[in-house]
């Protein structure tokens, strides 16, 4: 059994074999359940269009789930020189089943196998970071409830503006976190259709049934022309980063005003000393490294489309190996994000707020100045004049700061509409939700 699926009665260049190969085999591991996966929709639809007869097409899949345990056990190695997973899959099943595991590959080229495997990984890890998304949404928004009336110094152009509020603050993420929620569910959208049949990239001359396939496989359709199936490759990779950006700078900002709000001079926000680190020559400091890294893993991440683009730019329609190269930005970018989910759900419940003295504190006196306008306003002075009232009383140094706030509005001081953002989240989650377990096919897994 050939170790490449295209080899041939030559020995290919040693240094040309390593330079072409280059990452595919230790990253292919990921890959290894659905390339499984999508091996036995693949069986299954052959022996139904009667390419493979029973008896193979049982002892093909008996082996194939044998296999598939192995992947999801972690357990699963590509050896020495078998180039990638597909390989590696294909000469399992043949040194078991001789020539029934050659016949499996009836149909499909390795372009399209790859692409299965990359459509259902991604499904996979949309998902999981779909739920560590929610997960933290639904923590910002509980913690804007537990502390809606602590208030501190809202701020544009760093300079104080007016009175917010910790209630304001984290319900501010926790709704943003939605937004990010919709990019990722019109990337799962696109995720979610079968290229298996595609071959590579022109179709095949089999009866080949893609409807069942798509069916075995819980896609939502299939890519239907082959041509922009195999197109497909990199503009997946490609969309899947915006939403890996997207989301990355919704948490580099909460990241970044975590750094600046537990500062001495902010002094809004305190981390636990086990959460942070010190300095080698001055005892007193305490610095906030965790949200600092988070922050900086963030803004890297914020690059990855500029990557995914300058890889396939210039690339015409059809396969190209350049393709392989974007597994080695992408995969390890869902890595980076789900660990900064993760510590950022795990960091900021821990994290104590600072109410401030607002009214007292005399760098905050003109926070209150909107509310001294708006009173006026409502005692019938033109909005103009009464700016211009309370500007004069602030450069003459006479201005004294109405303390009683009336924020009444949806999504105000005093009316956070907490609920609203909460039932906001779950329609964008009912969205995704989908059967776990598609018919036929064992579920995948890491």
């Not at 610095?287 to 489309?305: A, T």
Request: aromatic share 8%.
């Amino acid at each position: 059994m050939p170790t490449k699926l295209w080899e041939k009665d030559y020995d290919l260049d040693q240094r040309i074999a390593d330079f072409t190969v280059g990452r595919d085999r230790e990253l292919d591991l990921e890959l290894a359940p659905f390339d499984i996966q999508g091996s036995l929709a693949h069986v299954q639809m052959l022996s139904e269009v009667g390419l493979l007869d029973a008896g193979a097409a049982r002892r093909c899949k008996e082996k194939l789930e044998e296999l598939h345990a192995v992947a999801l056990a972690g357990d699963f190695v590509i050896e020495d020189g078998v180039e990638d997973v597909h390989s590696q899959v294909e000469l399992l099943l043949t040194r078991a089943l001789g020539d029934d595991g050659k016949k499996i590959h009836s149909g499909r080229s390795r372009n399209d196998q790859v692409l299965v495997d990359l459509r259902l990984y991604f499904r996979h890890r949309i998902e999981g970071i779909v739920a560590q998304t929610a997960e933290l949404s639904r923590t910002l928004t509980d913690l804007s409830d537990e502390h809606k009336d602590k208030l501190i110094p809202g701020y544009t152009h760093l300079q104080i503006a007016m009175v917010s509020s910790f209630g304001l603050w984290f319900g501010a993420y926790g709704e943003a976190l939605i937004d990010d929620l919709r990019m990722w569910k019109g990337v799962y959208d696109v995720v979610n259709q079968n290229p298996l049949g595609s071959a590579a990239g022109y179709g095949s001359s089999f009866p080949l049934n893609r409807d069942r396939t798509t069916e075995l496989l819980g896609f939502d359709e299939p890519v239907v022309n082959v041509v922009a199936a195999q197109m497909g490759r990199g503009k997946t990779e490609l969309l899947v980063a915006f939403a890996i950006a997207g989301l990355a700078q919704t948490v580099g900002k909460m990241a970044m005003d975590v750094c600046l709000y537990s500062s001495q001079n902010f002094g809004f926000l305190q981390l636990p000393p086990e959460l942070t680190t010190g300095s080698s020559i001055m005892p007193h400091k305490k610095n906030p490294d965790v949200f600092e890294l988070l922050r900086g893993r963030c803004n890297l991440l914020q690059s990855l489309p500029a990557q995914m683009s300058q890889l396939t730019a210039n690339l015409p329609s059809g396969y190209h190996r350049d393709f392989q190269l974007l597994k080695e930005a992408i995969f390890p970018a869902l890595d980076q994000l789900e660990d900064g989910l993760a510590i950022a759900l795990y960091a900021l419940p821990r994290t104590s707020v600072r109410a401030q003295e607002l009214p007292t504190d005399p760098r905050y006196t003109y926070l209150y100045s909107v509310e001294a306008v708006n009173n006026l306003v409502l005692e019938g002075v033109p909005f103009r004049d009464a700016y211009t009232q309370v500007g004069r009383d602030i450069e003459a140094g006479t201005f004294v700061p109405p303390t009683e706030l009336k924020h009444t509005h949806l999504g105000s001081l005093g009316n956070l509409g907490n609920d609203r953002i909460r039932e906001k989240l779950e329609k964008v989650m009912d969205s995704f939700k989908r059967d776990a377990n598609p018919k036929g096919s064992p579920a995948a897994g890491r």
